[in-house]
């Protein structure tokens, strides 16, 4: 039996919604999945006004429910758990809205809810609006850092997967200018440990970590920051001691040039931009991201809300559907 996922919606004004019903419009998401999506009904009969040919055996249709039980996961037919918190009306494709900031903080929500409940295995989240979150009263840097409250999950990280490339990020959603005092030896040796973790869940049992430095070249041995010297190097000493095959710090342009030619399983990133940049470069469209240290799986697509192509049926779903699939070999192992 196919897992049951718990799908959110994200943004209303945003491609969520638009890229959720290209995904499950294809008879292969339910090959692998039972999919339950958490959102607005209205919302979700909207966008099928522009993508009623999606389908490939007849027109997709809605089946809102307020009981998991009363899903069909049928092909054709969208499950979804209708909150009913959008005004349709007042909703404007590619706008910031605390309406809509606010029906995404509840969708996730109750996601957990019911995934912690036992009812369903794992989430996949379409992209949320950060101002739009803020603005109604939720201000959290990402969805990594609600879902970590919600669950109570003290140590957490973010992992990039695109093409041949796994990558964690030690810090997230920072400013630059705050990156390196954010650093510290235990938050480099979390992302390592996590990152290890979730290799072997994909199953790579001894996977091989080349960890990026913070400065150009490594810091030059101090010359260009110490942070490679004060913090890095100890947190590689002490994974290695615990038996991790591991090398660095790597100036970042050899780093992911060698993980991305197989030298290294997975690689450890400093900041955000670092690990984002050679990812999308290299899969844009069908890179994924993982929470690690969660107490179920949850991953997303890389993509934000999209707002300047939102209500145009210009979106593309690749991203969304790896997320799924990603999902689906996590919870199997």
Request: aromatic share 6%; with cysteine; net charge positive.
């Amino acid at each position: 039996m196919p897992p049951k996922i718990v799908i959110t919606m994200g943004d209303s004004a945003g491609v969520g919604p638009e890229v959720i019903v290209k995904a499950l419009s294809l008879p292969d998401t339910y090959k692998i999945c039972q999919p339950i999506v958490i959102g607005d009904a209205k919302v979700l009969a909207s966008v099928l006004q522009f993508s009623k040919s999606l389908a490939s055996e007849g027109e997709l249709r809605l089946n809102p429910i307020k009981d998991i039980r009363k899903a069909r996961f049928n092909y054709g037919v969208i499950d979804l758990f209708d909150l009913g918190n959008i005004d349709i009306d007042r909703l404007k494709p590619g706008k910031v809205d605390p309406m809509c900031g606010k029906a995404t903080f509840e969708y996730i929500k109750k996601g957990v809810e019911i995934v912690q409940s036992g009812k369903a295995k794992g989430m996949v989240t379409a992209p949320l609006c950060k101002k739009s979150m803020e603005d109604a009263g939720f201000s959290y840097p990402g969805h990594t850092e609600l879902l970590a409250e919600l669950t109570g999950t003290k140590d957490f990280a973010m992992m990039l997967v695109g093409g041949n490339l796994r990558v964690v990020l030690v810090t997230r959603h920072l400013p630059l200018k705050e990156v390196a005092s954010s650093l510290s030896k235990e938050k480099v040796l979390l992302a390592i440990r996590l990152g290890v973790e979730a290799m072997k869940a994909l199953g790579i049992d001894s996977p091989r970590v080349g960890v990026c430095a913070l400065n150009p070249h490594a810091g030059e041995w101090g010359v260009l920051g110490k942070e490679e010297i004060e913090t890095i190097i100890p947190a590689i000493e002490e994974a290695r001691k615990e038996g991790i095959a591991i090398n660095g710090p790597l100036p970042s342009d050899k780093g992911f040039y060698d993980t991305a030619g197989g030298r290294y399983d997975l690689a450890i990133a400093m900041y955000h931009d670092q690990g984002q940049v050679p990812v999308k470069l290299l899969s844009y469209t069908k890179s994924v991201n993982v929470t690690l240290g969660l107490p179920f799986v949850r991953t997303s697509p890389c993509h934000g809300t999209g707002f300047d192509i939102a209500g145009q049926n210009k979106a593309n779903p690749q991203s969304f559907i790896e997320a799924i699939k990603l999902a689906v070999k996590l919870m199997k192992r």
